[in-house]
């Protein structure tokens, strides 16, 4: 052979290793991990020092390129690296390639048919597909080859004016793209409508274990006009096409939690949550709905809205179905907002039923007013244990030197302290025990002799005594109180993010003081 000719056959070698590298993974489109286009400097060992993969596993995935009789990578082909690549985030890059969807290959089809068919430039399409790439340019029926999504592809549909158009369209591009997600976020991308790093478009089996549904979290970009903020809704592929079948208003900045049965009753279940921020902070809501019996359904009850709040999915209780709904927050970054402490709440869905509040709990804190709080919700609940956790809370609020002033006003302490002693005189009464309700009467007058309430206090049990009528004496408390406002206003202003109090609050209302 002269050197002519080894030389042509050199060429010819290297030019099908270059059309038939990594063919056998990527021509079926298949790939146990992610594509990986090779780039200049690329070596086996580099890679496999890159993706912490061997280098036998990376060649065993993509035995044509492993074929090469030198051992190179040629720059531009197309490797499948298997599950478990960890690449660095400049080797990540490398991947992503323009955003395309895979079709298979029918009989007849053709690189030009292809790219008639789906309206991409046929050099775009061959660029696109290195690995089914022949010496004829043929394409064979069953490849897989992955078509570039184009602006062009989706332009003739209209954006909408709002988003509930906007959502109807894209069941419009669904149905004439077979499903294909990629197009689906190509339109909506087009359309601003994409809810930003919250995963805007993700596919999940709802209503039929076999089909995927899409489920859209939509902001709208032109907020503030009076409307919905923000769309959550759920596309399904129906016998005339994609449907909208679900569909719900949100307020702003929507997150995608969860897309499976969360609470392990055998249906499938959407959670997600919307934020709306103002001002002085960002207040969280979160919601779940479950599909059943062909249906979705509000799977919770109540109010699940929580400043700053942080929200995880737990196993964290054994009367709970699943998961438990964890929200952390509560905490209003606002000197107006007064002292505050961090929430923790738990939700959880009990024999599979709607997500209930089942706990609530504060973080520590040593400010006083916060004790106050803790007596009266005991108070509240005083029938359940003959006011013993009341009687407690009052107590420790009345005596406990740790706890200290956390507002602005100059007698916080003294007068928060004799209101517990007052509450304390009434949970003791309420609790049938009269010595102990006149020694706090007492005891009210002794410590705190020119405060108002110590004389509310001293009416108050005058006719609780007599008459052992709670509403009685509670208006005789209360008449006190609105000719003199200081007994209850210091507990009228600490903050807007605390509770309101009237005086009105200063006695528990009869039906709560019976045991």
Request: proline share 5%; glycine share 8%; aromatic share 8%.
């Amino acid at each position: 052979m002269t050197t002519r000719s080894l030389r042509f056959a050199l060429i010819l070698l290297l030019a099908l290793s270059v059309l038939l590298a990594g063919r056998d993974a990527a021509a079926q489109g298949t790939c146990s991990g992610q594509w990986y286009r090779v780039q200049p400097g690329d070596s086996w060992a580099k890679l496999a020092q890159r993706t912490g993969l061997s280098v036998a596993a990376l060649k065993a995935a993509n035995t044509a390129a492993a074929n090469h009789p030198q051992g190179w990578l040629l720059v531009g082909q197309t490797l499948c690296l298997p599950a478990g690549a960890a690449l660095s985030p400049a080797a990540a890059e490398a991947t992503a390639g323009p955003p395309a969807f895979p079709v298979t290959v029918r009989r007849g089809d053709s690189w030009a048919v292809l790219a008639g068919r789906y309206g991409v430039n046929m050099a775009a399409l061959q660029a696109a597909n290195p690995q089914a790439m022949r010496a004829s340019q043929v394409l064979r029926p069953g490849d897989r080859v992955l078509i570039p999504i184009m602006p062009a592809m989706t332009e003739r549909y209209d954006c909408g004016e709002d988003l509930a158009a906007t959502v109807r369209s894209a069941a419009q591009v669904l149905t004439e793209w077979n499903g294909s997600s990629e197009v689906l976020q190509s339109f909506l991308a087009r359309c601003g409508v994409l809810a930003g790093e919250r995963g805007a478009v993700q596919e999940a089996a709802l209503r039929d274990a076999g089909a995927s549904d899409m489920v859209l979290a939509l902001v709208d970009p032109q907020a503030g006009n009076g409307g919905p903020l923000g769309v959550l809704a759920v596309l399904s592929a129906g016998p005339l096409g994609w449907e909208v079948v679900y569909q719900s208003g949100l307020a702003a900045d929507v997150d995608l939690l969860a897309l499976n049965d969360v609470n392990d009753d055998g249906h499938p279940d959407i959670v997600w949550s919307d934020t709306t921020c103002g001002a002085r902070a960002c207040f969280t809501t979160v919601h779940v709905s479950s599909y059943v019996d062909g249906d979705f359904r509000t799977w919770i009850n109540g109010s699940t809205t929580l400043a700053s709040a942080g929200i995880t999915l737990e196993d964290v209780m054994p009367q709970g179905s699943g998961q438990e709904l964890i929200m952390r927050g509560g905490v209003i970054g606002a000197v107006a907002a007064g002292p505050q402490r961090a929430i923790e709440a738990t939700w959880a869905s009990l024999a599979g039923g709607p997500y209930v509040l089942v706990q609530q709990s504060y973080a520590p804190s040593f400010c006083l007013y916060h004790h106050i709080l803790d007596a009266d919700a005991a108070m509240q609940v005083g029938a359940q244990d003959s006011y013993a956790a009341a009687v407690r809370a009052y107590r420790a609020a009345a005596d406990d030197a740790r706890l200290v002033a956390c507002w602005i006003r100059p007698n916080e302490v003294d007068e928060l302290r004799a209101y517990a002693l007052y509450r304390l005189a009434v949970a003791h009464a309420y609790a049938g025990d009269r010595a102990a309700a006149d020694a706090a009467v007492d005891e009210l007058g002794s410590r705190y002799p020119n405060d108002r309430l110590a004389e509310l206090a001293r009416l108050w049990w005058l006719s609780y005594r007599t008459t052992r009528d709670a509403a009685a004496a509670c208006a005789v408390a209360e008449a006190f109180a609105a000719r003199q406002p200081d007994t209850w206003q210091r507990l009228a202003d600490y903050g807007f993010a605390n509770p309101a109090f009237t005086a009105e609050m200063l006695c528990p209302p009869e039906d709560a003081a019976t045991p």
